[in-house]
Every structure is written in C-alpha cells, then in structure tokens.
C-alpha cells in the first residue's frame, strides 16, 4: 500500500528565508504527487501537482517542488517565505486505479518568524 | 461563488445524537469525497462518489452513511454520535476518478460531541 511521511512536524522560518518540507513517498509505480496548504480554519488548497515529464514543477504562490525518482522524495521549496505562509502544508500521493483516493502525510506546521 | 461549500461550519452536539453535513460544489465536477482530519490534523479518506455511485468506502462504521442526490451533492449523515467522531469533516470534489484531477476542498465542519 502507498504511503507518505512528512518527517518534520514543525518547522520555524524568519521572513526572507528560504524553506524546504520534506516529503517521502511509497509506492510501486510512479507517483501522482501533491502539496496542499490550510490556513487556520479553512480547507485545503492545492499547491502544485506532478504526474510525469519535468521533474521540477512549479505552484501558486511562489512554491516550486522537486520530484526525485531515485529517493522517493517530492519536497517543497520557496526562495523567501513571507508571513502569510504560515499553515499546515500536507504532502498527498495518489495513485492509477485508486479511485483517486489520496493519501496524505501527516502534514508539517510552518511559523514564521517576523 | 463559493466552489465547494459545506453547512454547517461548526456542529456542537451531545453524544447518542444524528446529525448530517451537508456538501455542494459548483465546479460541475462528477466525483466527490468525504475526508475526516483529527485532532492531529491526520487526513484519511472515508467516502466517495461519482456520478451518485459509490465508489471508495474506507473502514468506517455504519454509524455514517454518505448520500448523494445528484452529482452536486454529497450528504454525510452519522447515527448515535461518539465522542471518537469529534473531528474536522472535508468534503472535496473533482472532475473523474483519475488521480490527475486535482480534488477541490471545502472549509470543513468542525462536528464537536459532548
């Protein structure tokens, strides 16, 4: 069975820093990766998303994230994080014939620190 | 113009009650998800639906049973509420079941029991 490990949990950043989430994946075949973020008391909003072709793949909101076959990673960047961006970004792996079931890490809280 | 839109936003209810969540979504897309979050923000996939069939049913208790009255709609409706079911409730939605379509999500009901 697939699976997603977000191996930090909190992460804190001062403002202009640059971030990196990390996210590792199981899974047989190749991957239909994603990055979500939530806002305090809102719902999930997509990131960005790979399914195949260009490795590295860019988002909204100044995001990119990097797809590394031989490491099973598929880890989020930004150059300069800004206040705004502090929330819960959850990492999701979906797969062919899943019914487009996706299963999500366990998320990773970023602060910001002005 | 709300794209997926879940009521009630909050749900504060005594254990032993049924209570039901309703989902509507905009996008005329044809499939749709319910996902419970706990209090570790732990994302897990419980229903979906596309085009009113079901179609994924995770291990869930009867206790809760999804309805779907037309393509627009997902309805989530839990018999005899248990203090285990306190949880934020996300409904999302997408266009197909191929894991290429990226799944839109509400704001969540926060259903808490007593």
């Known amino acids: 069975a697939q699976s997603v490990t977000q191996p930090d949990i909190h992460i804190t950043v001062s403002e202009g820093a640059s971030l990196e989430l990390r996210c590792n994946y199981s899974?047989?075949?190749?991957?239909?990766l994603f990055w979500y973020v939530q806002s305090p008391g809102q719902g999930l909003q997509l990131l960005l998303k790979y399914f195949s072709g260009d490795t590295l793949v860019q988002g909204i909101k100044g995001f990119e994230a990097e797809f590394k076959r031989s490491q099973s990673s598929f880890n989020l960047r930004k150059p300069s994080v800004h206040w705004s961006d502090a929330a819960e970004y959850f990492c999701a792996v979906g797969f062919t014939g899943g019914g487009n079931k996706l299963t999500f890490g366990t998320g990773t809280q970023l602060k910001v620190e002005l | 113009d709300t794209a997926v839109s879940q009521t009630p936003k909050y749900l504060v209810t005594q254990m032993g009650n049924d209570k039901s969540i309703k989902c509507e979504q905009n996008?005329?897309?044809?499939?749709m998800y319910w996902y419970k979050q706990d209090s570790k923000k732990f994302l897990k996939i419980m229903f979906s639906y596309n085009n009113k069939e079901l179609i994924i049913n995770e291990t869930v208790p009867n206790r809760f049973s999804p309805k779907s009255p037309d393509k627009a709609h997902l309805n989530l409706h839990i018999n005899s509420l248990e203090l285990g079911d306190s949880a934020v409730y996300f409904c999302?939605?997408?266009?197909?079941?191929?894991?290429?379509?990226?799944?839109?999500f509400g704001d969540g009901t926060r259903l808490s029991i007593l």
């Open positions: 899974y047989g075949a190749t991957p239909y």
């Open positions: 999302a939605s997408s266009q197909g079941q191929n894991p290429n379509q990226p799944q839109h």
């Open positions: 996008l005329g897309h044809d499939t």
